[in-house]
């Protein structure tokens, strides 16, 4: 279902926002085409077509096929319309990139954060990094729209705030947005690391990624951010999708937030090895090269994806548990959604795609009742590894140029 526009006059915002949305998702494509997809009547088209000519956001990029009369000219968007900066924070490091309107990034960089460090210390720091490889990239500055910050929840989303993250020792209530705006005198926008992911998925993703999806996000523990009808799920309190809360078979593990059977605990680089030598024994842990320190994790998992990929019987079996319990999870939301498409990101997905992919394909398509009526596609990510730091770049381009998207934005100061 495309969006559609409205003919009203003062909303030119919206309609630019609609068709610019519908060059982006079915250019080229030409004038007369645009007016059933936006359902804006072809004089609305041709004026908004001229402003977004005008701002350098489309261009002309040649012609359609005569069948006779007047040929058509076709409308193409412009990847150096314009760009923004994302920042992906994790417990570890912040990932930053700039990309441009197509979502390319043009220069990326990692920047490690020490253990328990102090936010305003780390907003300064990526906010000086993230100015500097902006220089770099030689893009004109006037053209760049802002920052997106991606954070792991939870976050208070009418106060722009990260809550007590876990992981994030001695954060409490960090007003993250209002710091950002001040550190790089540019709009900031900001969501939870899975939300980013699947505001990034869909503006990157074009026709593969129009509808309605669940986007499962692994990083140093697990989220969800969910499209429904183009629309992105941000909840009352900015928070849907805490997939790592979904109730699963209860194990031996408590969660941070009290719960005996939340997903969270069995998922992530750090639970899989410690479940891998827990059951195979500090023997396999050996064999394989695990330190299984707290502070190896990232080392690690490395390792085991290495061994993952060859075969290894207990890297694959502690890897395959974690994502039956995945697979579990999934399945509730699915059957409660009824997405037709499940997306799997984030850093540590990479090298266990295809056994999180089977275990979440076994677990959708052969139990829930969304069978009998079509089959649940189960896909890696379009943007892959840097989907976190991507959508949050997106969360910028999207405040701007997608229609009816709700953000957190706010003008630098
Ligand atoms: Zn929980």
């Given amino acids: 279902m495309a969006t559609q526009g409205t003919n009203l006059p003062r909303v030119g915002g919206y309609n630019q926002a609609v068709v610019l949305d519908a060059i982006r998702t079915a250019g080229p494509v030409s ?31 040649g012609y359609a096929p005569s069948n006779g009369g007047k040929r058509r000219t076709l409308l193409s968007p ?21 990309v441009d309107l197509s979502g390319e990034v043009l220069a990326s960089r990692r920047i490690r954060l020490a253990d328990g460090c102090d936010p ?22 006037a053209r760049v729209l802002g920052t997106g910050i991606a954070t792991p929840g939870p976050i208070d989303g009418s106060g722009g705030a990260v809550v007590a993250p876990p992981n994030f020792a001695g954060w409490g209530r960090v007003p993250l947005l209002e710091m950002f705006g001040a550190a790089t005198g540019m709009p ?38 969910i499209v429904l009808n183009n629309t992105v799920l941000h909840g009352d309190s900015g928070n849907a999708g805490e997939f790592g809360h979904m109730a699963v078979q209860p194990g031996r593990l408590t969660c941070h937030c009290g719960g005996t059977n939340c997903l969270g605990p069995y998922v992530g680089p750090g639970a899989v090895i410690a479940d891998l030598l827990e059951r195979h024994g500090r023997a396999a842990g ?40 995945v697979g579990q999870a999934a399945r509730g939301a699915v059957a409660l959604l009824d997405v037709s498409r ?45 989907v976190g730091a991507v959508g949050a770049a997106s969360l910028i381009l999207h405040g701007n140029y997608a229609p009816g998207w709700q953000m957190l934005t706010r003008p630098g100061t």
């Avoid at 992906?88 to 990932?95: E, F, G, I, K």
Wanted: with cysteine; charged share 25%; hydrophobic share 45%.
């Fill in 78 to 98: 412009r990847a150096d319309g314009a760009y923004a900066v994302g920042v992906q924070l994790d417990p570890d490091a912040a990932v930053i990139v700039v």
């Fill in 342 to 386: 499940v997306v799997l990101g984030g850093e540590a997905v990479r090298g266990v795609e295809q056994i999180m992919c089977e275990e979440i394909d076994a677990a959708v398509n052969t139990t829930t009742v969304p069978r009998v009526i079509r089959k649940v596609d189960i896909e890696k990510s379009v943007i892959g590894e840097a």
């Fill in 188 to 225: 900031v926008a900001m969501d939870n690391d899975a939300t980013a992911a699947a505001i990034g998925e869909r503006w990157i993703g074009g026709r593969a990624r129009a509808g309605s999806f669940l986007f499962i996000y692994l990083g140093t523990g697990v989220g969800a951010g």
């Fill in 120 to 141: 305003a210390d780390v907003v300064s720091r990526v906010a000086g990094a993230a100015a500097r490889l902006t220089t770099r990239t030689g893009v004109d500055p």
């Fill in 286 to 325: 050996d064999r394989i090269g695990l330190t299984g320190g707290p502070e190896s994790v990232h080392q690690d998992w490395k390792v085991l994806r290495r061994y993952v990929r060859r075969g290894d019987p207990a890297a694959v079996d502690a890897v395959r548990r974690a994502a039956r319990l």
């Fill in 31 to 61: 004038r007369v085409e645009l007016a059933p997809l936006t359902g804006l009547t072809s004089q609305t088209v041709s004026n908004v077509v001229r402003r977004l000519l005008a701002a350098g956001l489309v261009s002309e990029s």
